[in-house]
């Protein structure tokens, strides 16, 4: 069965250094997600792509966070400088671009930083 | 804006025993809802869902059953099993359309 591929599984960093995380949704999935779950919380939505184009960042920070997804295909999450307050999980989810709300989750990278 | 809200956890049940967590959210009109749940160490996985007010969705022997008068979807099973323990959460599209809004998630943890 396809699944979301997410790497690195586990991220520590310093803070004020840059970090980046990398997801391959599943083949032929439109539309890509990445959601910042602080523990104890649900996900919350960073950004959305649809194909390569961003569908809403309006929660993404902007003055450090920055993702792309160059091919429309796999997406890059990166932050710099990152600071003590970014520690949680990063997941990334993919879905089709007519079931936007019947998705699939990656694994995720936890991120702590130090 | 849309918003959900979910019983708070740990949920602590034995083999067998009866199951419900309760959600019930805040939105404009009738929109699709959900149940998610995540396992230990995997990613969040769509367990059921329901697109219209009086539908019930059902996986897994879960059910929940969208009640627009109590604006509810409580997740049921009468049965459950140590392989249920996760954590699951209750989720709604945003107002926009364009994302799921989340619950904080409630833990189940199912003994022998």
């Known amino acids: 069965e396809a699944e979301v591929a997410q790497s690195p599984r586990y991220k520590i960093t310093e803070k004020s250094q840059a970090v980046a995380f990398w997801c391959d949704p599943i083949s032929g999935h439109a539309t890509l997600y990445w959601y910042r779950q602080i523990l104890g919380q649900g996900p919350e939505l960073l950004v959305q792509?649809?194909?390569?184009?961003?569908?809403?960042d309006s929660q993404l920070p902007k003055d450090r966070f920055s993702a792309e997804r160059l091919k429309g295909v796999d997406s890059t999450l990166k932050i710099q400088p990152a600071e003590l307050g970014d520690s949680a999980m990063y997941l990334c989810a993919s879905s089709h671009r007519d079931r936007l709300y019947e998705q699939y989750f990656g694994p995720g990278t936890r991120l702590t930083v130090t | 804006g849309n918003s959900v809200t979910q019983m708070e956890g740990p949920v602590t049940l034995s083999e067998e025993a009866f199951l419900t967590i309760n959600c019930t959210y805040t939105?404009?009109?009738?929109?699709?809802l959900f149940w998610y749940v995540q396992y230990p160490g995997e990613g969040l996985q769509l367990l059921l869902k329901?697109?219209?007010?009086?539908d019930k969705g059902s996986n897994k022997g879960f059910e929940a059953t969208y009640r627009k008068e109590t604006t509810s979807f409580h997740l049921e099973k009468g049965s459950v099993q140590v392989s249920d323990s996760a954590v699951y959460f209750c989720a709604l599209p945003s107002q926009a359309g364009t994302a799921l809004i989340f619950g904080k998630g409630t833990t189940l943890s199912v003994s022998s």
């Open positions: 792509f649809q194909d390569e184009s961003v569908v809403d």
């Open positions: 329901a697109t219209k007010a009086d």
């Open positions: 939105a404009t009109g009738y929109p699709s």
